[in-house]
């Protein structure tokens, strides 16, 4: 299983998805790889392909609960201009390239601040405890 | 009835722009502008931080290319902690320059076969939903798997030189703190096959003959597309050799008459001027000794090759003698040829990389220098995109309290504007109906130019592409959003 935080931990609550791979690293959960990166890119389709789950973990604005937890399908679609790609663009670089299609989820958590900073909002700390209880919960059953 | 089209192109991180072209009751253009909507100060953000955090601290600015401001923030506390140009370490200054040239063969790979590419071989009229790297998937699988390893290739370079990922540490003022270990240079060297170097050299040559045979066959299209006449603007080295880490600031006319040359980037205040419109956030640079109207240039790849006087890697080279050749030795001002001139810069980070990772200064234990403290230094690079400046001022309790950055994008804002018109001018005008191929005539104009808005703008946006067609009255006729 690979869990893979997205986002800028400079832009404060954009920084959810590193601080959830970074904190479920330190538990070392067997089976599972844990990596972040600013952004999603074409490379990111090579961990993909080399494990059969894969958990995207992204901040979200707008979202009414803490988190929320969707099965992610491979889809070709992207936004134009944009040198990153979205979770769904990746899989479908996996799916094109190496004939793999993981099991895949976004776990989406809920940002309150993504201006200019350091470290978590309160609100968010919150909200990223609450997710990776469910995450963990979620990775138990898969490696069980 | 007059109209306008408003392209709005945002993403996760790199921004929020907008193009608006306004066209009279004809359907003739009579005004069109690239313009950004939203600012956040980044510089007021460093000031009253500690000078050495601020190599770090600039990687906020974006995730696309958080490697040249590091390297540009760095260079200039270098200058603060009195070991600027010169004075580093043979081992800081290699290995800073083997994180810049990964950082330029990663982000040239990823803009050519997941940008430009898809333009190219799948067509400007294609659906926008194949139009990329999953239509580049369906139409060449080897070539697509090349530009992922290309892409993986420098992003490991990066990690290995930068630390980390994220928020690399690798750069400190006055040098850096770790050298490459036998075993990461073997690994780059060596394999495990197909990530070498010698095959990311093979490979971007091989992308080269796939854009000189795309070429061949278009030529109409790729020099006339968007193609003006303007000034180019880079850093080169001393002897005129291409150089993305470190050089003197030159600058050459259409023709290629210098405007600037041998001039020292510490004094680019003498000479760079940044001009403020009340219609954008994103400020317009000038050459000072042409003045606002005409001393505005272009920076990335196609300035680069116009100013050097060589490339000193020798594969590059023949290929930037037979680039040249076809100009007669004269400037280029044809926009796509700027792929042209991408991959061609893509060759030769990969043969700097080779010649850096056979050299043992790497795996040297000299790091970090200082000398006499200065409260003021300026740190520039060639970025990708083009030339990045980065100056800083610290007071005697070595806080920040001055910050000016001037991107690659910023400097490139007024050719964006003029390719932008091309398009408006040559494609849209005066036709009954706007298609899709014709909108996307504008992303290409402007992506040639590989714009990262999040630089730019300081900003965070969130928005699809969003086109807007309204007549003279503000009505909106058409509005697309992908």
Partial sequence: MLVLGIGNPGRRDDGLGAAAAERLKKHRYRGVTCDANYQLNVEDALACAGHDVVVFVDAARGLRKPFTFTPVGAAGTMPAMSHALGPAAVLAVAAGLYGKRPEARLLAIRGHDFSLGEGLTRRAEGNLALALAFLEAFMKGVRS | ?482
């Fill in chain 2, 1 to 482: 009835m007059g109209r306008k089209i408003t392209i709005e192109p945002v993403t996760r991180v790199e921004g929020h722009g907008k193009v608006t072209i306004r066209l009279d009751d004809a359907g003739k253009v009579t005004q069109s502008r690239f313009h950004i909507v939203e600012f956040r100060g980044f510089e007021r953000f460093v000031q009253g931080r500690p000078y050495w955090e601020a190599p770090v601290l600039v990687q906020r600015l974006c995730g696309i290319c958080p490697v040249s401001h590091h390297l540009a923030s760095a260079k200039a506390m270098d200058v603060v902690v009195g070991a600027g140009p010169g004075k580093l370490t043979a081992t800081a200054e290699k290995m800073r320059r083997l994180m810049h040239y990964g950082q330029m063969l990663q982000s040239h790979a990823l803009h050519f076969f997941h940008l430009a590419s898809p333009d190219f071989l799948l067509g400007m009229d294609a659906d926008p939903a194949i139009r990329n790297v999953i239509g580049i998937i369906a139409l060449d699988k080897d070539l697509a798997t090349r530009a992922v390893l290309l892409r993986k290739f420098g992003q490991e370079i990066i990690l290995a030189t930068a630390g980390k990922k994220i928020h690399g540490t690798g750069a400190v003022p006055g040098g850096i703190n770790k050298n490459l270990s036998p075993e990461e240079r073997d690994r780059f060297l060596k394999g495990p096959d197909p990530l070498t170097v010698d095959r990311m050299i093979e490979w971007s040559q091989a992308a080269i003959d796939l854009f000189k045979g795309y070429h061949g066959k278009n030529k109409d299209l790729v020099d006339g597309f968007a193609a003006f006449p303007s000034n180019h603007l880079s850093l080169v080295r001393k002897d005129g050799a291409l150089d993305f880490y470190h050089g003197c600031l030159r600058a050459v006319d259409a023709d290629g008459r210098k405007i600037l040359n041998d001039v020292d980037y510490q004094d680019y205040l003498e000479h760079i001027g940044e001009e403020t419109k009340t219609w954008s956030y994103m400020k317009f640079p000038y050459l000072r000794d042409l003045g606002k109207e005409n001393g505005w240039y272009r920076v990335g790849p196609l300035a680069r090759l116009n100013t050097c006087d060589y490339i000193p890697s020798p594969l590059a080279q023949k290929e930037f003698e037979a680039y040249k050749a076809y100009t007669d030795g004269k400037p280029n001002n044809m926009s796509l040829h700027t792929h042209w001139a991408r991959l061609i810069e893509l060759l030769h980070s990969a043969e700097v990389i080779k010649e850096l990772l056979l050299d043992k200064d790497l795996q040297g234990t000299k790091l970090v220098k200082t000398g006499r403290r200065a409260p003021e230094g300026v740190g520039l690079v060639e970025a990708p995109r083009g030339t990045l400046f980065h100056h800083y001022r610290v007071n005697a309790d070595d806080q920040i309290t001055m910050a000016n950055l001037i991107v690659s994008t910023t400097n490139n804002n007024e050719p964006m504007n003029r390719a932008v018109n091309w398009v408006a001018m040559n494609v849209l005008s005066e036709k009954t109906e706007i298609t899709e191929g014709m909108l996307n005539r504008v992303e290409v104009a402007i992506r040639a130019y590989d714009p990262c808005l999040s630089c730019a703008t300081h900003a965070v946006g969130r928005m699809p592409l969003e086109v807007t067609l309204v007549d003279a009255r503000g009505r909106v006729i058409q509005r697309k959003v992908r």
